[in-house]
């Protein structure tokens, strides 16, 4: 198992930005892809992006896309969710989760693909 850790949730404008991060520790944090998901009040958890093992490749989805960017620094054990151009529905809870690595590439868009999870950070988009 991996321990994450999130952090730099808060309360911005819309229109604004904040950059998630995740530390990990445990099992090596490099061998597998890693993941942000999200939930608001009422909702089920929602993919939000994903990074493969090294790195190199990463999935956004449509919902975020070309307004959040995933990265990792696998020196660091960090993962990171930089997050711009904030809308109220982005409001939610942000979860990071470790994955195991089933195939190559960062296509992991599913919680049943990931084994480890944090505890969650909040995030409040105000209009």
């Known amino acids: 198992q991996v321990q994450l850790v999130e952090s730099g949730g808060g309360l911005v404008q819309a229109g604004g930005s904040l950059r998630l991060s995740c530390a990990a520790s445990g099992r090596a944090f490099s061998s597998g892809p890693m993941g942000w998901f999200r939930q608001a009040p009422g909702k089920e958890r929602e993919f939000v992006a994903s990074?493969?093992?090294?790195?190199?490749?990463?999935y956004i989805a449509d919902s975020v896309k070309g307004r959040f960017t995933i990265s990792r620094d696998n020196a660091k054990n960090t993962v990171y969710l930089q997050m711009n151009s904030l809308k109220p529905e982005d409001t939610a809870v942000y979860y990071c989760a470790a994955g195991g690595r089933y195939y190559s590439g960062a296509y992991y868009t599913t919680p049943d693909l990931y084994h480890s999870w944090g505890q969650g950070t909040q995030v409040t988009v105000s209009s």
């Open positions: 990074v493969s093992w090294s790195g190199g490749s990463t």
